[in-house]
C-alpha cells in the first residue's frame, strides 16, 4: 500500500488535556500514514519514493469518525422516497401521497409508493386504512413512521404482500416482519442498491470512515457485493437479528472478524435484539404510564422479548464470542438490558437509552456496556418527549450525566431516522437542541 503523507495540517485536540510538550492546536504538522495506519506525526517528515504527498494547506485533521448505529439500506432508500416527514395530521398525509402519485411516483422497481417520515404521536387521531384506500385506489402505498416502528398501509400494498386485511397500522414485530417482505418483492433490491453508493457519498462528505450497519437484512452478505462493484471505501460492522442470528453462530465468527470476500473492509458486528418499541409509537416499555394513556392498548408500553429470551440469546452471543446490541428506550427496557448484561458478564452496547432510571446509572458503569446514543433524536422526538413524558423530562436523552458516571458513550444516528450526520450529533449532544434555538429537553443527573 502507498504511504501517504499529509503535509501541513492542524491537528484537531481530541480527549485527555494534551501534553505541554505536544505540538500547539494552530501549529502545522506532517501526518504520515502507512499501511491505513498514523506512523508518524511531526515538522518535515521525509517521503518515501512511494509516497503520495498531499498538502493540506493548514486545514484541519482528526481521525476518521464512526457512526455507531445505521440501517443503510433503510437510509439510503430513505433518500429517494416520498418524504412525509412534515406532515401534521392523516389529511396532510392524504394530501401529499395523492399528489405523489399524480406526478407518477408510483412508478418505482417494486410497483409501490413508500414513504418515511410521519410522527403520528401528536396526530389527534390515529389514521386507518379506508381513508388512505380513497386516495390511492390500486396502486400499492407503504407510509413507514419516522422511527421506523410502524407502518400504514392502504388494502393494495396488503394484499400485495400477504397480509391480514385490518383497519389500522402495522406495528412492533409484526411490522419488522413486513419490512423483509418488502425487501423480498421483484426489483427491491435493484431499487435499495441504487441509493447505496449515494449514501455512501453523503457519509464519507461529512468525515464518516466507518459505520455499525445494524439493517434487517443480511449486511454480511450484501457488503461483499458493494464492495466488489466498486462502493465505498467505508468501513462496516455487519450487525445481525435474532431470525438470522444461528447462521451467523454456524460461521464460528466471532466479533471482529473478517467477512469473507469483503477485502477486510468489513467485519463480524453484534447480535441486535430490539427489547422495546419507541417513544413515537408508544411502545418504549416504561416504568410508568405515558401521559394521556388511557386510551393506549399497552400504558407503560411493551417489551418485545421476555427477559428470559433475552438472557438466552446474549448468553449464546457471549459465549460465541460476539457483542450484543440491545436496543432499550423506556426506562423499563434498560433496567432489563442491565438485567441481562449483569446476569450473562456479556459485552456490548444499549442502544438508544432515552429514557433512564437515575439509580440505575451507578449499575451501568461497573459493566462493560457501551451507551450507544444518538443526540440528534433530541431534536426528533422534542416535542413526543414533552407530551407523552412531560414528569420525566430531566432524565431523558442523557449524555453528560452518562460521562459523568464513566460510563463510555459513543455516538450514532439511527439513520434514517436521524440524518446520518455526525456535526449534527455532536452539536444536538452540546445544545439539546439546535443552536442559537430556545433551551431544549432539560437533564440534570
Request: aromatic content about 6%.
Amino acid at each position: 500500500m502507498t504511504d501517504l503523507l499529509l503535509r501541513q495540517a492542524k491537528l484537531v485536540p481530541l480527549g485527555a488535556p494534551r501534553d505541554v510538550r505536544a505540538p500547539k492546536a494552530d501549529e502545522p504538522q506532517d501526518i504520515l500514514i502507512r499501511d491505513g495506519q498514523i506512523a508518524q506525526v511531526g515538522q518535515s517528515l521525509e517521503p518515501t519514493p512511494e509516497s503520495f504527498i498531499v498538502d493540506a494547506e493548514g486545514r484541519w485533521a482528526m481521525p476518521g469518525l464512526w457512526d455507531q448505529h445505521v440501517h443503510m439500506t433503510r437510509w439510503s432508500l430513505s433518500l429517494n422516497r416520498l418524504d412525509t416527514s412534515g406532515v401534521s395530521s392523516p389529511q396532510d398525509t392524504l394530501d401529499l401521497v395523492q399528489a405523489a402519485i399524480a406526478r407518477g411516483e408510483a412508478n418505482t422497481p417494486t410497483g409501490f409508493l413508500t414513504g418515511w417520515g410521519h410522527r403520528s404521536a401528536q396526530w389527534e387521531r390515529q389514521p386507518n386504512v379506508a381513508e388512505l384506500d380513497a386516495v390511492t385506489g390500486s396502486v400499492p402505498v407503504v407510509l413507514i413512521s419516522g422511527d421506523g416502528h410502524h407502518g400504514w398501509l392502504n388494502t393494495a400494498a396488503l394484499q400485495r404482500l400477504g397480509i391480514p386485511l385490518r383497519d389500522g397500522i402495522i406495528e412492533e414485530d409484526e411490522w419488522f416482519d413486513v419490512y423483509a417482505l418488502l425487501d423480498g418483492l421483484p426489483g427491491a433490491t435493484t431499487e435499495a442498491e441504487a441509493g447505496v453508493q449515494l449514501a455512501v457519498d453523503v457519509a464519507r462528505r461529512a468525515g464518516v470512515v466507518g459505520i455499525v450497519d445494524l439493517e434487517f437484512s443480511g449486511s454480511w452478505e450484501q457488503w461483499p457485493l458493494r464492495f466488489a462493484a466498486g462502493c465505498g471505501p467505508l468501513r462496516v460492522r455487519t450487525g445481525v437479528y435474532a431470525g438470522r442470528f444461528p447462521e451467523i453462530l454456524a460461521t464460528g465468527r466471532r466479533a471482529g472478524d473478517v467477512i469473507p470476500g469483503s477485502d477486510g473492509w468489513a467485519t463480524q458486528g453484534p447480535l441486535k435484539l430490539i427489547s422495546d418499541g419507541s417513544l413515537n409509537t408508544r411502545t418504549a416499555w416504561c416504568c410508568s404510564p405515558y401521559a394521556g394513556a388511557e386510551h393506549l392498548a399497552y400504558p407503560l408500553g411493551r417489551p418485545n422479548f421476555s427477559k428470559e429470551q433475552m438472557l438466552d440469546l446474549v448468553a449464546q452471543a457471549h459465549q460465541a464470542g460476539l457483542h450484543t446490541a440491545l436496543h432499550a428506550i423506556g426506562d423499563a427496557a434498560v433496567a432489563a438490558a442491565l438485567d441481562v448484561f449483569a446476569t450473562t458478564g456479556a459485552t456490548g452496547s444499549i442502544e438508544h437509552a432515552q429514557l433512564l432510571q437515575l439509580a440505575d446509572l451507578p449499575r451501568w458503569a461497573k459493566l462493560p456496556v457501551t451507551a450507544s446514543v444518538q443526540p440528534a433524536h433530541l431534536l426528533d422526538d422534542r416535542s413526543v418527549t414533552e407530551q407523552c413524558w412531560p414528569d420525566r423530562t430531566d432524565r431523558t436523552f442523557m449524555v453528560r450525566g452518562l460521562l459523568d458516571q464513566g460510563i463510555k458513550v459513543a455516538l450514532g444516528s439511527d439513520a434514517p431516522v436521524a440524518a446520518l450526520d455526525p456535526w449534527l450529533a455532536m452539536s444536538s449532544a452540546v445544545h439539546r437542541g439546535e443552536p442559537g434555538a430556545p433551551p431544549g429537553i432539560q437533564s440534570k443527573p
